[in-house]
């Protein structure tokens, strides 16, 4: 793990997204981020980054993965900021999912949700504060790919029509999968 405090994660994400000028991240934004635990929660309890900060660190990683896949593809976006909405905020469903113990372990899985669902929460959650491109939503809804077989008619129309959504998908998987053995 590259970050070691909330401070130190928060700084990176301004920075980051300060590099794209089609992207505005407003200071209700990061407060909300902040307050939900965006910058100190884990990604998981039992898979990768199950440690405070994990969900920061492995969203971070999917933003990047994307944004390299962007280069060597040549990749078209709608939006400059794409890959970054969709790597940094594809799983901000996960701000519900844990909730802080007292014991060794440090967080639980939270039983007392009140949104269900994975990518199409995120949206959700997101559209408190960003208006999303067609593409941005797709990305965002598919990206889990062949692990979500809930409509699988509807992840091959979503990559035929965004080719995008495919690389997202593969950017979590990476960042999952290869980064975290
Ligand atoms: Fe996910
Ligand atoms: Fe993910």
Redesign the pocket.
């Given at each position: 793990m590259t970050y070691q405090t909330e401070v130190e994660r928060i700084t990176k994400f301004i920075e980051e997204a300060s590099k794209y000028s089609t992207l505005n991240i407003s200071e209700e934004f990061i407060d909300w981020l902040r307050e939900n635990g965006f910058f100190t929660k884990p990604a998981a309890i039992k898979h990768h980054g199950n440690y405070s900060g994990g969900l920061f660190d492995?969203s971070l990683a999917?933003a990047q993965s994307l944004c390299t896949l962007t280069k060597a593809l040549n990749l078209k976006w709608q939006n400059q900021r794409s890959p970054f909405i969709i790597g940094m905020f594809?799983?901000l469903c996960k701000l519900e999912d844990y909730t802080r113990t007292t014991d060794v372990a440090g967080w639980a899985y939270n039983n007392d949700k009140i949104l269900t669902g994975h990518g199409d929460k995120s949206i959700i959650m997101l559209s408190q504060f960003l208006t999303l491109t067609e593409e941005e939503i797709l990305g965002i809804r598919f990206?889990m790919g062949a692990y979500q077989t809930d409509d699988w008619t509807a992840y091959d129309k979503a990559m035929k029509k965004y080719e995008t959504v495919l690389w997202a998908h593969t950017a979590?998987m990476y960042?999952?999968k290869i980064l975290n053995k």
């Open positions: 492995h999917v594809h799983d990206h979590d960042a999952a």
